[in-house]
């Protein structure tokens, strides 16, 4: 028998928090990775959006790594942190937690992933992202 090591969520506040459906499974009965993918697209770009201070686009999925299955119920917790900005991209990491068995809850880390995204113009063309400076 494998001897999990007990998690816990991470001590800062989750860009988004979903429930798990059984709308989301694919033919295996586990939730579609598409459909954690989009969840983390979204958690991502909110990230962005706030860093940009305008629109987004995602422009490139750099890495995206599945740990363990979700399953239907599981409640999905999405954090996301900036880790580089360059002149006109945003490149956010994210992580995604399940939790599960809601009588004797259990927490497994079931995703990590890395976007880049790009800020955009009111005519959806790339911009300048604004320096820390220029925040007030």
Known sequence: MIKKTRIELPDKHATIRVVAMPADT????????????????IAGGITALARAKSRVATVAVNSFEFHEP??????????????????????????????RNPSCVETVKVTEAELTY???????????VPSLDDEG
């Open 70 to 99: 979700v399953f239907v119920g599981d409640v999905i917790s999405c954090y996301t942190e900036v880790v580089k900005v360059g002149r006109t991209s945003i490149t956010i990491r994210a992580e995604v937690y399940a939790q």
């Open 26 to 41: 694919n033919p295996g009965g586990s939730i579609f990775g598409g459909w954690i993918m989009s969840q983390v697209d």
């Open 118 to 128: 790009v800020a955009l113009d009111e005519n959806y063309r790339p911009r300048l």
